[in-house]
């Protein structure tokens, strides 16, 4: 069974992570800088390290071993992880957010948005186009008569 914790459905953690190989070689530590800041379900982070951070309640610290398939799998990210490495991450949960209604709706409705507003600019584009191709055209010579009519008239 999957635990509900308090990070299920929170969007954003800052955690302090510091990651390792097997043989103790640190890869990445957020322990010299500022904690890294994780939306859970954008793929910030390798998928191992987003799961390790499921349920995790502020304060708690986790030691998570993450294999290959969910770290850098076969080609590894050279020259600092070697393919197929398994990774050694400590984790603490430093603080949770919420996202806020303008940050939700950047975040879900504009790129919705965006869908919808793109098709229907690029069908009044070739509307406008059609009904330009499809006008009749008139020479040169009839537009200067109508200009000279018109002229006359006044």
Same mark, same amino acid.
């Given at each position: 069974?999957?635990?509900?914790?308090?990070?299920?459905?929170?969007?954003?953690?800052?955690?302090?992570?510091?990651?390792?190989?097997?043989?103790?070689?640190? #890869?990445?530590?957020?322990?010299?800088?500022?904690?890294?800041?994780?939306?859970?379900?954008?793929?910030?982070? #390798?998928?191992?390290?987003?799961?390790?951070?499921?349920?995790?309640?502020?304060?708690?610290?986790?030691?998570?071993?993450?294999?290959?398939? +969910?770290?850098?799998?076969?080609?590894?990210?050279?020259?600092?992880?070697?393919?197929?490495?398994?990774?050694?991450?400590?984790?603490?949960?430093?603080?949770?957010?919420?996202?806020?209604?303008?940050?939700?709706?950047?975040?879900?409705? +504009?790129?919705?948005?965006?869908?919808?507003?793109?098709?229907?600019?690029?069908?009044? #584009?070739?509307?406008?186009?059609?009904? @330009?191709?499809?006008?009749?055209?008139?020479?040169?010579? @009839?537009?200067?008569?109508?200009?000279?009519?018109?002229?006359?008239?006044?």
């Amino acid at each position: 069974d999957l635990a509900v914790g308090p990070t299920w459905g929170q969007p954003g953690v800052t955690v302090s992570v510091q990651g390792s190989l097997e043989d103790g070689r640190i #890869i990445d530590s957020s322990l010299s800088r500022d904690p890294l800041q994780v939306e859970l379900g954008k793929r910030q982070v #390798i998928p191992g390290l987003e799961q390790s951070l499921l349920d995790m309640c502020v304060g708690e610290k986790r030691r998570a071993i993450i294999p290959p398939h +969910l770290a850098y799998g076969k080609r590894g990210s050279p020259p600092t992880i070697p393919g197929d490495a398994v990774l050694r991450f400590e984790v603490e949960l430093v603080s949770l957010s919420r996202a806020s209604y303008w940050q939700k709706v950047v975040n879900e409705v +504009l790129p919705l948005l965006c869908l919808g507003l793109v098709p229907a600019l690029l069908g009044l #584009i070739g509307y406008h186009l059609y009904r @330009k191709a499809s006008s009749p055209k008139l020479s040169k010579k @009839k537009l200067k008569e109508e200009k000279k009519n018109k002229a006359k008239k006044k």
